[in-house]
């Protein structure tokens, strides 16, 4: 039923028709990356990085002109957009910045963006820009408050937003655990979740706990979007989620456990945004991912005509 090519399997077309065979190919295992400045140029030169789509963060390119704009322009033109929020700042008690939000809706419209996510955390406070991530307190208040800001956000674009679980290192004022915490946000909310399974492994490690356990306990029905990252690990007990690795072999065990879990092809993603390395080595990667990510679809394709 199968047959193996370049250590990918793949279903064989006699058995499911051209048809099925071209929608599966063209449309399923898409594999992506962060769209950086700091390679822009090479990767638009070369055809070393061959990604299905790119991502890139709206605030880096609202309002831009010249050389930067062209560039931007220049992927569009040849890969779809994933976008990913930086600064909304959906768990501040600040007010919602409705200017940045109305610049982001028409960032998503002229580029056709699919995807428009955002991190579960704030850092924005009293008017003060924290430039960090920071958590938001595990309380059932935040959770009216954030799940409130995120139907005004989604009310206001038009459209679902994905929310991702970011990795933190000291809970604060938790009255509840993180995963009841994170449901009760989504289920509120109605939105789409983005599971970064690199941020459950950090988690589940630096809190002690099971991140298979937490992945399975999440509203998978729920999951758009998939980021994939390296970290490092500073000391015996604590990673930090730094973005600037190569994703270790466990993360991509975890990845292909929450594959099989989902059962469903997702978009995913890999951050690096420091250390870039040769744009071969990010190929690497995405190939890597890609190959597990169609070892999963073609298990759930052959338990679904089997
Ligand atoms: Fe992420």
Request: charged share 25%; hydrophobic share 40%.
């Amino acid at each position: 039923m199968w047959r193996i090519q370049e250590k990918v399997i793949y279903p064989k077309a006699e058995l499911f028709g051209s048809a099925f065979l071209s929608s599966f190919y063209l449309k399923n295992n898409m594999t992506g990356i962060g769209f950086r400045k700091d390679f822009a140029e090479d990767f638009l030169r070369s055809s070393i990085l061959r990604p299905d789509f790119i991502e890139a963060a709206p605030e880096n390119w609202i309002g831009i002109g010249g050389f930067w704009k062209k560039q931007l322009k220049e992927a569009l033109e040849k890969y779809p957009l994933y976008t990913h929020g930086l600064s909304l700042s959906i768990g501040s008690p600040d007010d919602l910045d409705f200017s940045l939000l109305k610049q982001i809706k028409i960032f998503l419209k002229e580029t056709n963006a699919k995807i428009y996510s955002e991190h579960l955390s704030y850092s924005q406070c009293d008017n003060a820009h924290l430039y960090d991530l920071l958590p938001i307190p595990f309380t059932q208040e935040a959770v009216s408050h954030v799940s409130k800001r995120i139907q005004t956000v989604q009310d206001f674009l038009e459209r679902k937003i994905a929310i991702e679980i970011v990795s933190y290192y000291s809970p604060v004022a938790a009255e509840m655990s993180e995963i009841d915490f994170v449901n009760a946000i989504i289920e509120d909310a109605n939105c789409e979740l983005l599971l970064d399974v690199n941020n459950i492994y950090v988690n589940g490690f630096n809190h002690c706990y099971d991140p298979k356990k937490f992945i399975c306990q999440l509203p998978l029905e729920r999951v758009s979007y998939i980021h994939m990252a390296g970290h490092e690990q500073v000391s015996e007990n604590l990673i930090i989620d730094t973005h600037g690795e190569p994703i270790i072999d466990p993360v991509y065990d975890l990845f292909e456990f929450t594959m099989n879990q989902l059962k469903r092809d997702v978009p995913v993603l890999l951050e690096r945004d420091f250390n870039i390395p040769q744009l071969s080595e990010l190929q690497q990667e995405l190939n890597r991912l890609k190959v597990i990510k169609q070892k999963s679809l073609n298990e759930q394709l052959y338990e679904l005509h089997s």
